[in-house]
């Protein structure tokens, strides 16, 4: 019964930012680690980013590093993805990921329970 409901997406321009936010209810949020995915037209859904349930270990895919920063807020049960110098083929639908059980992980079949997607369009 665990529900994420991602927000903060949009159509920006090339070398803009965005502020992702994901709003948890419905469980224990300090237990679980946290995760990014995105997917683009026509490919499969791919790791963004991950945080460890307390916030103390954070892990970056290749093509965001240095760019995207993942942080949460546990008092507000909330996680953020802060993306910077956009890049068109940042261009997806991102959501938001729970693993309730288990630390922090970049697999995308580790997670038990997804938002429903925000939508990031990056033009050029």
């Known amino acids: 019964q665990v529900q994420l409901v991602e927000s903060g997406g949009g159509l920006v321009q090339a070398g803009d930012s965005l502020r992702l936010s994901c709003a948890a209810s419905?469980?224990?949020?300090?237990?679980?680690?946290m995760g990014w995915f995105r997917q683009a037209p026509g490919k499969g859904r791919e790791f963004v980013s991950a945080?460890?349930?307390?916030?103390?270990?954070?892990e970056y895919a290749d093509s965001v590093k240095g760019r995207f920063t993942i942080s949460r807020d546990n008092a507000k049960n909330t996680v953020y993805l802060q993306m910077n110098s956009l890049k068109p083929e940042d261009t997806a639908v991102y959501y938001c990921?729970?693993?309730?059980?288990?630390?922090?992980?970049?697999?995308?079949?580790?997670?038990?329970?997804w938002g429903q997607g925000t939508q990031v369009t990056v033009s050029s």
């Open positions: 945080i460890s349930n307390r916030g103390r270990s954070t």
């Open positions: 990921a729970a693993r309730s059980r288990g630390g922090i992980a970049v697999d995308v079949r580790l997670y038990d329970y």
């Open positions: 419905g469980g224990t949020f300090s237990s679980y680690a």
